[in-house]
């Protein structure tokens, strides 16, 4: 099986993230799970997780001062200690609590920094906007991205992008003013895949690099289940449970058949995994490394077929308004760098 890219799909190998000079490997590390987002984690084997993921080539590490209220941020910062040199570290900015956005300009330059601290680093690679439809679109345009474009200029982030679950939000934003990356999550997984008809060529024709995270759904499609604040309707989380019984049936974890279908998506640089042992490190791995069969991909698909693409409500409702969308504009577009 191949990547799309001409690379099999059998071992860890890297891609050029849009435009960038950031070569990300196809398995990224999501490090929302150290912040206690989905389970009180051990702090110990948090940080072994993450020596093992630099050991074993994982090159990308994704974050937020969101994830666990800057706990995340910290301990990440700790991990990567005497790494930091290694590995291509993103983090964002403008959601620091479940209804805490500020999206200023000043909150902004002033909440890099505060990352930089927690982080034990001078500059990020990647700094994104952190879940833009809880904002107002057009601020984010006008304020927002200028801001980042400046912190871009004094050397705290390499560079810049977005992030969100409307996928129209996220297309108009980056229709409105240039950025280097878009970051969408729960669509492009076994249980949606619309990341492929409408962000997907935008990003390839705009030349913007595509990341996709959680492959997993957000813990849906694992044996455990989702956390209780998952925000899925109930019949997801039910065709879920059937489609994993069909898998334990089959003596196979739900989960390795749903990482290894998004490690073959070629048309994103890497796929971020949310991580924080090393068994899940390792089984990552495996994912890539062991095929599956298709057939029993494809009956898992089948199970989940009618639930597939199946959304829920983030955000401001006027953010997933056609027209409201139709209405953004850029009074002063910025020359995305490089
Ligand atoms: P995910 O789909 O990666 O699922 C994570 C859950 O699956 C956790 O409970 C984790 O413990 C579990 N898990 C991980 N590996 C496993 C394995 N091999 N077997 C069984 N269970 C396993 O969801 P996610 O963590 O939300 O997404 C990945 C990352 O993407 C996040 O950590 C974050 O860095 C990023 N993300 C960003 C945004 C945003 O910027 N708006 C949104 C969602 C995710």
Redesign the pocket.
Known sequence: MSSGDGSPVDHLHYRQLGQTDLHVSIIGF????LGD???VIDQEEGKRAVHMAVDEGINFF???PY?GRTLAEERLGAALQGRRHKVILGT?CGRYGASKFDFSAERIAVGVDESLIRLRTDYVDLL?V??LEFGDLQQIVDETIPAMRRLQTQGKARYIGI???PLAALQQVASALPVDVI?S??HY?LLADDLETTLAPFASTRGIGLIN???????V????GA?KWHPAPPEIHEAARRAADFCRSQGL?I??IA?RFCFEYPRVATT?????TQS?VK??LS?LRQPIDPAITQQVRSILAPVLNRTWPSGRPENSTPTALASLRSSQPIASAD
Request: with cysteine; proline share 6%; net charge negative.
């Open positions: 999501g490090a929302s799970p987002v989905f389970e994704d974050v937020s994830y964002k994104q952190h879940d992030t969100g679950y970051l999550y729960c997984n995270a959680s492959p997993l759904h957000m813990g499609l694992t044996e455990q956390p974890d989960s390795q990482l971020l995994v949310g991580m924080s899940q089984n990552s994912a």
